[in-house]
């Protein structure tokens, strides 16, 4: 993503989150971390505050704040002398993040509403669209929204607030996968047919499937992070 199309994003993104929000410093960690989840900011990327203080419309102070929240959240890291980055993950980030997702994912697809089924749905059907034209980071995007919507089967804001933070983990370790149609295409399909066993009145037999599929996910992802650390010692 370009950088003219990063200060459009954010100025779209500011204006979504400007209601309900308990400052400005909220408004702009809120929007930057959805900026790193749709995949526009990829480890290693410096965050200057010269390049987000127009488009996140903050003072200094008020980024700085924003960057102090997402370096609690683990999305930026501080390197001293060198300013504030994108980080990147490892690989017992990669345990803990599938650690987390299979007790809270597999635990909310029992609770099905259909509101939540909804927006299942709209994830699904927007990453066959995305797939459809050829747009695999879009993809990625649309399974996290998948899987974010399982969160909120629950209904608990504080649950949804934690998969925020856990999707754009997520797409830190998507940047690691290599080609992303190679690492999406499956899933999308996967994805599909864990909507269609809540459609169809087996969340049992939804939770299996999503149990096996976090299982697999976890192993490609912990095996390229493996491969990418081996040859960064050689």
């Known amino acids: 993503m370009a950088s003219v199309d990063i200060v459009g994003r954010l100025t779209e993104l500011v204006r979504e989150r400007r209601q309900g929000r308990s400052s400005a410093a909220d408004v702009a960690a809120s929007a930057l971390r959805d900026l790193i989840m749709e995949g526009a900011l990829p480890p290693g990327s410096r965050v200057t505050e010269e390049a987000f203080m127009a488009p996140l419309e903050v003072s200094r102070n008020t980024l700085r704040e924003a960057f102090r929240l997402l370096t609690h959240e683990k999305l930026l890291v501080h390197k001293l002398n060198r300013g504030v980055f994108v980080r990147s993950l490892v690989r017992a980030d990669v345990r803990d993040l599938y650690r987390v997702r299979k007790v809270v994912e597999c635990a909310a697809l029992a609770q099905a509403t259909e509101a939540g089924v909804e927006r299942m749905t709209a994830a ?15 993809v990625g995007t649309a399974n996290i929204r998948f899987h974010q919507a399982i969160v909120s089967l629950v209904g608990s804001p504080r649950l949804d607030e934690m998969m925020r933070q856990v999707g754009a983990e997520l797409r830190l370790g998507f940047h690691e ?9 499956g899933y999308l399909r996967r994805n599909r047919e ?10 049992e037999r939804a939770e299996e499937l999503l149990r096996r599929y976090l299982d697999d996910a976890e192993s490609e992802m912990f095996d390229a992070f493996l491969t990418r650390d081996r040859k960064l010692t050689n």
């Open 177 to 185: 996968m290599g080609d992303p149609r190679s690492f999406h295409e």
């Open 124 to 138: 699904v059907e927007r990453g066959e669209r995305a797939a459809a034209e050829g747009r695999w980071v879009d």
């Open 194 to 203: 864990i909507l269609d066993r809540v459609k169809g009145g087996e969340p």
